[in-house]
């Protein structure tokens, strides 16, 4: 999609489709305010007459044209302006354009939310950015799409933003997550330690991103005794990627992005049931997440060192599969007693995180399809923010919060950690049942050698099963945006 910024009055945008942002109180816009009078007050009286109401997310499609201007007019509802949130609005937008994208349009245009707390650059690159999102599929492998990237994406600017810049970076940031999406949405048939770190290696040369592949000989010789543990149940051998991205090259700062990679959880000799195991393509959404957010930063060229480290296996049930009661001695010397082959994330992250660290990472996110315990404790949607430093937390909170993604921060309580006992080895790796998400993060604590570290636990919102009117089914490309507003904030 081309996308673009205009300043115009929207009623003389030649669009397929304009979309309208409507509050629920008070002022509507300037631009729906010359709509309705260039529909001779029809937008008004739809109103009275209770057909829109500026609900959040409530939509209205008036397919009637205006002379000069769009054929087809869009009213989306984003609520009350003292109630507007980044995200509140990202998902008004996202169901606006996912709408009017079964179908292959040429030219989609939007005006941009305005009101409330909403900061207006913000506005721009969230209307750039659910263009982008909204209307790419899931269809990889279908035949017959049901969804369509219009050729051409107008974002009806309000004046006096550097909307040309803004419009360009939420395309930027879209297409990250779009990426992110599409690395998830791969089959597992496709998409293994080898395939995505072939994959990775062609997307950095792409951007300018250093990108180094470790195959299993390196692996072993950088002894990550957790990470082949988990590898051995494979035939696919495991990959260990670190991308390196050097913005602000006269500072050693370097915020280090650790990315869960498993590219299918069965759950091992654990073995998941069926039904817990149909999704778990989505395992190496941290990972995607890593890849896809460097990419967005070196395009948009952030003056921030980033270093990604990316662990890669497939847990499996193969002959040499490790087994319960297995001690694995992790890269940092920890030996961990294997009590639950399905808690297979952590020892993969255990050495990635500590040899992000020896590759000079100075602050830590490790992103995380971890525990289904976050998502019983905060259901789908949210990310679980677990922390050994609360200034570092409180940044990766700040840039969630920005960037329009719902984050909230759980406890670190020493008293988790006594679940973890093992009476053969330091540690075990699982606990009992009660608060599993807050015990998996005070498992990966052990591998962060103190350094500030955010540990962000996106098995809830990191893949839905079927589409909602906000969003499609499949890979969301959770935490993209987050990351990417991380880097700039560090800026
Ligand atoms: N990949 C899963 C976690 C998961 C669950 C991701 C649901 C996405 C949706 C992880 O490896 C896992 O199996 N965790 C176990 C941990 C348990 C054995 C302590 C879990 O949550 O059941
Ligand atoms: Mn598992
Ligand atoms: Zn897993």
Not at 61 to 82: F, Q, T, V
Request: aromatic content about 4%; some cysteine; hydrophobic content about 45%.
């Amino acid at each position: 999609m081309q996308l673009q910024a205009v300043a115009e009055n929207p009623s003389r945008i030649a669009a397929d489709w304009l979309i309208v942002p409507v509050v629920e109180t008070g002022d509507q816009s300037a631009a729906f305010r010359s709509l309705d009078e260039a529909l001779r007050g029809r937008l008004s009286r739809l109103r009275e007459a209770g057909d829109w109401t500026g609900k959040a997310g409530e939509a209205l499609e008036l397919r009637e044209s205006i002379d000069g201007g769009p054929a087809r007019l869009l009213l989306i509802g984003i609520g009350a302006p003292e109630k507007m949130t980044r995200s509140g609005v990202h998902r008004s937008l996202m169901t606006a354009v996912r709408r009017i994208t079964c179908k292959q349009y040429e030219h989609i245009a939007t005006v941009v939310p305005s009101g409330g707390g909403l900061e207006p650059a913000g506005a721009v690159e969230a209307t750039a950015l659910a263009l982008v999102v909204g209307s790419t599929g899931q269809g990889l492998y279908r035949a017959e799409q049901g969804r369509f990237s219009p050729h051409r994406g107008t974002v009806v600017v309000p004046p006096g933003v550097e909307a040309a810049t803004v419009v360009a970076r939420g395309g930027i940031i879209g297409d990250a997550v779009n990426l992110a999406r599409e690395l998830v949405n791969r089959h597992p048939g496709e998409m293994y330690p080898e395939t995505f770190a072939q994959r990775a290696s062609q997307i950095a040369a792409q951007f300018g991103i250093d990108c180094e592949v470790l195959d299993e000989r390196r692996i072993a010789e950088e002894r990550m005794g957790c990470l082949l543990g988990v590898a051995r149940g494979s035939d696919k051998p495991p990959r260990v990627i670190i991308l390196e991205y050097r913005g602000a090259p006269a500072t050693t700062e370097t915020i280090g992005w650790v990315g869960k990679g498993v590219t299918f959880d069965s759950g091992g000799l654990s073995l998941k049931p069926s039904d817990s195991m149909k999704t778990m393509k989505c395992d190496m959404s941290g990972a995607a997440a890593v890849l896809s957010a460097m990419v967005a930063a070196a395009r948009l060229q952030l003056p921030v060192n980033l270093l990604g480290a990316i662990g890669l296996v497939e847990n499996m049930t193969g002959g040499n599969a490790y087994k319960l009661g297995e001690v694995l001695t992790a890269r940092n010397g920890v030996t961990v007693e294997i009590m639950n082959t399905d808690a297979e994330g952590r020892l993969v992250l255990a050495d990635v995180l500590d040899y992000a660290i020896e590759r000079g990472a100075s602050q830590l996110v490790d992103l995380a399809t971890l525990t289904g315990s976050c998502v019983i404790a905060l259901g789908e949607e949210v990310a679980g923010v677990f922390a050994n430093n609360q200034p570092w937390c409180d940044r990766i909170v700040a840039a969630a919060r920005t960037a329009g993604e719902e984050v909230w921060q759980m406890p670190m309580f020493d008293s988790f950690s006594e679940q973890l006992k093992s009476d053969v080895a330091d540690c075990k790796n699982v606990g009992t049942r009660w608060g599993g998400s807050i015990v998996a993060a005070k498992f990966l604590e052990k591998f962060v050698d103190s350094k500030p570290w955010v540990h962000l636990d996106i098995a809830g919102p990191a893949f839905v099963e079927s589409s909602k009117p906000h969003i499609e089914g499949g890979g969301t490309g959770t935490m993209v945006r987050t990351l990417v507003e991380l880097a700039a904030l560090d800026a």
